[in-house]
């Protein structure tokens, strides 16, 4: 089993910057693929980022790439996802998870249904 916990949200205007960490605790994540979801109100929730064991694979969302960075420190247990040029659209609840059994014959990816574990969630508010 795994706990994840978020922080670093807040409230920012267009343009600003946020950085978002994840830190686990009852296994390493040294070995399993993880991921940033968001939920903004009144829409399913959606992949983000995901991130490879090692941190050396990413795949992002087209909505972020260019603008997001999801980074993994295996020594601290720590996922983070920087955040740059925020637009009002990124206003949502932001969720670090993690895939521990890769059923399906695959890891990782940004479907939700993919990850095991997930944190309480971090709330990220973009302003015009």
């Known amino acids: 089993q795994v706990q994840l916990v978020e922080s670093g949200g807040g409230s920012v205007q267009a343009g600003g910057s946020l950085r978002l960490s994840c830190v686990a605790s009852?296994?390493?994540?040294?070995?399993?693929?993880m991921a940033w979801f968001r939920q903004a109100p009144g829409k399913e929730r959606e992949g983000v980022a995901n991130?490879?064991?090692?941190?050396?694979?990413?795949i992002y969302a087209d909505s972020v790439k260019g603008r997001f960075t999801i980074s993994k420190d295996n020594a601290k247990n720590t996922m983070y996802l920087q955040m740059n040029s925020l637009k009002p659209e990124d206003t949502g609840m932001y969720y670090c998870?993690?895939?521990?059994?890769?059923?399906?014959?695959?890891?990782?990816?940004?479907?939700?249904?993919?990850?095991?574990?997930w944190g309480q969630g971090t709330q990220v508010t973009v302003s015009s």
């Open positions: 998870a993690i895939d521990l059994y890769c059923r399906g014959g695959y890891c990782g990816g940004l479907r939700d249904e993919k990850y095991d574990y």
């Open positions: 009852g296994n390493s994540v040294s070995f399993y693929y």
């Open positions: 991130i490879s064991p090692g941190g050396g694979m990413t």
